[in-house]
């Protein structure tokens, strides 16, 4: 769990400008969290789902860029795609409902 929020840590000093970059590119406005998620959510999820696996963590660093409009939302696509360091493992689409494991939220 240590190396795992180590690694995070390492990974949000690399990114954050990256995406302030995103942020300066578009017209979409960037949320960029000061901190990791903490360590105590991860447990969390852990307890809460049987079989659960560290590999399975791809949100301890985690940003939000908010659009007016869906031209926003194809421009921040269209940054992330010109940049080959960057791979979204995870989009949380805000207009579906959830349902199973993930509904507890």
């Not at 929020?5 to 990256?18: E, I, S």
């Not at 852990?46 to 963590?57: E, I, K, Y």
Request: charge should be positive.
């Amino acid at each position: 769990l240590m190396h795992l929020m180590k690694d995070a840590a390492t990974v949000k000093l690399r990114v954050d400008p990256l995406i302030d970059r995103i942020q300066d590119n578009t017209k979409c406005k960037a949320v960029i969290p000061k901190s990791l998620k903490p360590v105590e959510r991860v447990i969390e999820r852990a307890m809460m789902l049987p079989g659960f696996q560290l590999t399975q963590v791809a949100d301890v660093v985690r940003y939000r860029l908010v659009s007016q409009n869906m031209k926003g939302v194809a421009e921040v696509l269209a940054e992330f795609h010109k940049d080959t360091k960057l791979r979204v493992v995870d989009v949380v689409d805000g207009f579906s409902k959830c349902e199973g494991a993930e509904s507890w939220r």
